[in-house]
């Protein structure tokens, strides 16, 4: 188990917060997790959430560090419009790929080319049965569930992967930190401090990789 770097955010890239900018409102239409959270308004969600091709710069790195070849299977939990999918799929022609999210919208309105391998479902609950998978991606999803909701999908992740994954979550490593990363976030329902999130790895049993996506690494700022 290993804290790595995907560097799927640009560090010079400077993110600003006003206090308060999003308020309960925001985050109960953003908990829909549907058209206005992707593809509304920035106050409620990613404002637009639109294919950039990103995964094609960062996928060489991961491929190699996992071992994934052609011959492999991989499951994104927390998939989004798979846009991971996509791009893993044309780096490796036919790997098996399967995504889960936990609403239908952005499966609707995802990539084509892995869009009938998608499903809606949970993540503490994954629909496949042990060692399924050769890699398990769970980007910025698994900490939008509570604790014990956390615990249970880090276990699933555990039992489906053959001991390869990557988990992000959501963390602080002081009481500014925490304070911006809330004022931020909008799905963020379990975000610790770093030293509680690997007592939770212990207790969930999880061995695979990890990043704490913080304020510092989202180089987040006060606006005012």
Request: proline share 3%; hydrophobic share 40%.
């Amino acid at each position: 188990m290993q804290e790595y770097d995907i560097g799927y955010f640009d560090p010079s890239v400077t993110r600003r917060i006003a206090r308060g900018s999003r308020t309960i409102r925001n985050k109960l239409i953003a908990w829909e997790q549907g058209r206005e959270f992707y593809d509304g308004a920035r106050e409620n969600g990613y404002g637009g959430y639109r294919y950039d091709g990103r995964w094609q710069r960062l996928l060489p790195a991961i491929i190699r560090r996992y071992g994934l070849t052609a011959r492999s299977a991989v499951l994104d939990v927390g998939c989004k419009k798979g846009f991971f999918l996509h791009d893993l799929g044309a780096l490796l022609p036919g790997i098996k790929v399967a995504g889960i999210e936990t609403s239908s919208y952005p499966i609707d309105e995802g990539m084509p080319s892995v869009r009938t391998h998608m499903s809606v479902g949970r993540f503490d609950e994954l629909p496949f049965a042990d060692g399924s998978f050769d890699f398990v991606l769970a980007f910025s999803s698994i900490y939008i569930l509570n604790l014990r909701g956390v615990v249970d999908a880090l276990r699933e992740i555990q039992r489906v992967s053959l001991g390869r994954s990557y988990v992000t979550l959501g963390a602080y490593r002081n009481d500014v930190e925490r304070a911006q990363f809330e004022a931020w976030s909008l799905l963020g329902t379990t975000v610790l401090h770093v030293d509680d999130w690997m007592e939770v790895f212990a207790y969930a049993g999880y061995t695979g990789d990890y990043y704490f996506t913080t304020a510092g690494s989202l180089n987040l700022r006060w606006a005012d």
